[in-house]
């Protein structure tokens, strides 16, 4: 199948596979389709950029029967698999004035609302400014890895990258969260400046009163969830009322 117009809205961190091929998934939205999407595995290079539109061929996989999920139609075998991203075209991208309308259908107020209608990925906006914080992995530094991908070919070996995991705790209408931030960008941020300037990464992200989260769950525990991106200019105004102690 063809989607025309598949909006890319947020990628996590790349994986790594045994045979050397490194995973990236993708979250995006199709005003065709009228639903967000789940597309991977991606390769590292030349992914669309957020805010593209593009035309790009998919299918169904076998092993992940949620109804946003998607898997690009390329050639996966090794050698191959580092060019898959070319079966993206962009056509355009979307205005900031019309982001708004395009992701409002997909907001809802709570995850707990999210699992009741089993949406596997949706927006949240936080009641008020997302908190920033780092989780220290004891010992030797490592990545948090997670079944992002259900192919058998991932590995599960640990990633030995990061010693400090990005977090956001936020409200939403139903209660308190604290969901692991697997944003490509940021984990980028880490790379490039290290763990001595982490602390900056919440003025990276532009975190504010009118942040919105895009929030995926995971394939075989799809009540578990984490956040593939922070978005911004959904909204004009922050829901009222101070829910974090100064």
């Known amino acids: 199948m063809v989607v025309e117009d598949f909006v890319m809205l947020g990628k996590t961190v790349p994986e790594p596979n045994s045979d050397g091929r490194i995973f990236v998934c993708s979250a995006g939205v199709s005003a065709e389709l009228s639903s967000l999407m789940r597309i991977?595995?991606?390769a590292r290079r030349h992914?669309?950029?957020r805010w593209t539109i593009n035309s790009v061929q998919l299918e169904r996989n076998p092993k992940d029967n949620r109804r946003e999920s998607w898997k690009l139609a390329g050639d996966r075998r090794v050698g191959m698999h580092e060019s898959i991203n070319l079966t993206f075209h962009q056509v355009g991208?979307?205005?900031?004035?019309?982001?708004t309308q395009l992701l409002s259908r997909y907001v809802v107020p709570s995850i707990a609302v999210a699992n009741e209608r089993r949406m596997s990925l949706a927006v949240i906006h936080p009641r008020e400014t997302p908190r920033l914080r780092f989780v220290f992995n004891p010992g030797s530094p490592v990545a948090p890895r997670l079944a992002l991908f259900e192919d058998q070919l991932i590995a599960r070996e640990t990633e030995r990258r990061f010693a400090y995991t990005?977090?956001?705790d936020f409200w939403d209408?139903?209660?308190f969260h604290a969901?692991?931030?697997r944003d490509w960008g940021c984990f980028e941020f880490l790379r490039k400046y290290g763990d001595?300037?982490?602390d900056e990464l919440a003025g990276a992200l532009h975190l504010n009163a009118r942040s919105s989260l895009l929030i995926g769950n995971m394939n075989?525990?799809?009540?578990a969830w984490l956040i593939v991106s922070v978005v911004q200019g959904l909204r004009d105004q922050p829901i009222q009322g101070r829910l974090f102690e100064e």
Request: hydrophobic share 25%.
């Open 173 to 175: 209408e139903q209660g």
């Open 220 to 223: 075989h525990h799809r009540n």
């Open 166 to 168: 990005p977090r956001l």
């Open 196 to 198: 001595e300037r982490r």
């Open 47 to 49: 992914a669309p950029e």
């Open 93 to 99: 991208t979307v205005k900031e004035r019309e982001r």
């Open 179 to 181: 969901l692991m931030l």
């Open 40 to 42: 991977y595995p991606l």
